[in-house]
């Protein structure tokens, strides 16, 4: 079972925030001022999860328009501002807004240094060398818990989530599917495929399933590769994400390359709902629903 409930105890985690790169200068300690909580800003998609996963609505977020077509759950309220790029947000509004916390993530986001003129910051990583993406997020989400005193309610999250993951699983075992192919396209000539260190291989070994790349991969557990790469997969179920629009793969559908595809010359592949490929628990357990469903509805 992939889990950190037991190896992250409340006795592990001021050890854990001493030694931590993101408990330094600049960043959030246990000497800042206590947060309000309605005043907390995530500034990338994967920090927005962590707080909605703590029962907290962000303030503001950075490209909400996107969170809703890339991420989808947990909906945004409504009353959520947002305050523009993830990599260049409004700092004039920002300031307006007078945050008590920034949530950002590591690798990808505005400079740090010009936020903490504004309220401290906590920042999280998608993965390091000792953890795989999900086990990073379970480790945020208890020091966020930790940092917001809401640690029972994290703790409560992760019981939740292991639980659901479990019966999935449990769904599972009737079935023995191929290996499956995740990606999405890019363009016409490219494909970002999930990899080995990706989010969605972390629950596909949770789940009992197998990742049918085993190529290369990035730092975020995916890679961009031409099309062709594909057609080297043959007994393999592929799962195809759409982010609301499908003009792409109708263009991409109609060439002698996507057809010479074995998945596709076999009707082993199919359409698959957005889901954030970078994200923390809500997306992991989105991704695992929408699996079983999938999978199910094939047998």
């Known amino acids: 079972m992939i889990g950190l409930s037991g190896a992250f105890s409340r006795r592990h985690l001021l050890k854990l925030a001493v030694l931590s790169p993101w408990f330094t200068s600049g960043f959030v300690s246990a000497s800042d001022p206590i947060v309000s909580l309605e005043r907390i800003i995530a500034l990338e998609w994967r920090p927005v999860e962590l707080l909605m996963a703590l029962g907290i609505t962000p303030l503001a977020v950075a490209e909400k328009g996107n969170y809703h077509r890339w991420?989808?759950?947990?909906?945004?309220?409504?009353?959520?501002?947002?305050?523009?790029?993830?990599?260049?947000?409004?700092?004039?509004?920002?300031?307006?807004?007078?945050?008590?916390?920034?949530?950002?993530?590591?690798?990808?986001?505005?400079?740090?240094?010009?936020?903490?003129?504004?309220?401290?910051?906590?920042?999280?990583?998608?993965?390091?060398?000792?953890?795989?993406?999900?086990?990073?997020?379970?480790?945020?989400?208890?020091?966020?818990?930790?940092?917001?005193?809401?640690?029972?309610?994290?703790?409560?999250?992760?019981?939740?989530?292991?639980?659901?993951?479990?019966?999935?699983?449990?769904?599972?075992?009737?079935?023995?599917?191929?290996?499956?192919l995740l990606f999405s396209l890019l363009d016409s000539r490219r494909a970002l495929v999930m990899?080995?260190?990706?989010?969605?291989?972390?629950?596909?070994?949770?789940?009992?399933?197998?990742?049918?790349?085993?190529?290369?991969?990035?730092?975020?557990?995916?890679?961009?590769?031409?099309?062709?790469?594909?057609?080297?997969?043959?007994?393999?179920?592929?799962?195809?994400?759409?982010q609301g629009d499908t003009a792409l793969l109708d263009a991409v559908s109609q060439s002698a390359l996507w057809r010479m595809m074995p998945f596709v010359r076999d009707n082993r592949w199919q359409t698959f709902p957005a889901v954030w490929f970078y994200g923390a628990t809500f997306s992991a357990l989105r991704f695992a629903r929408l699996l079983v469903q999938v999978l199910e509805s094939k047998s």
């Open 195 to 242: 990899g080995h260190n990706s989010l969605f291989n972390n629950v596909l070994t949770r789940l009992g399933l197998a990742n049918a790349w085993q190529e290369e991969t990035n730092f975020w557990g995916s890679a961009v590769v031409g099309i062709e790469r594909l057609v080297r997969y043959e007994d393999v179920q592929a799962l195809f994400f759409v």
């Open 71 to 180: 991420v989808v759950e947990p909906a945004l309220s409504h009353r959520v501002i947002d305050v523009g790029l993830r990599n260049e947000p409004n700092m004039e509004l920002l300031q307006r807004l007078n945050p008590s916390l920034f949530l950002v993530s590591q690798g990808f986001g505005p400079d740090i240094e010009p936020l903490t003129r504004l309220a401290p910051c906590f920042a999280s990583g998608f993965r390091d060398a000792q953890h795989q993406p999900l086990d990073a997020a379970r480790r945020d989400l208890l020091l966020l818990g930790q940092r917001l005193n809401l640690m029972h309610v994290a703790e409560q999250h992760l019981l939740e989530f292991d639980s659901e993951l479990d019966i999935l699983a449990q769904r599972l075992r009737a079935y023995s599917p191929r290996p499956l």
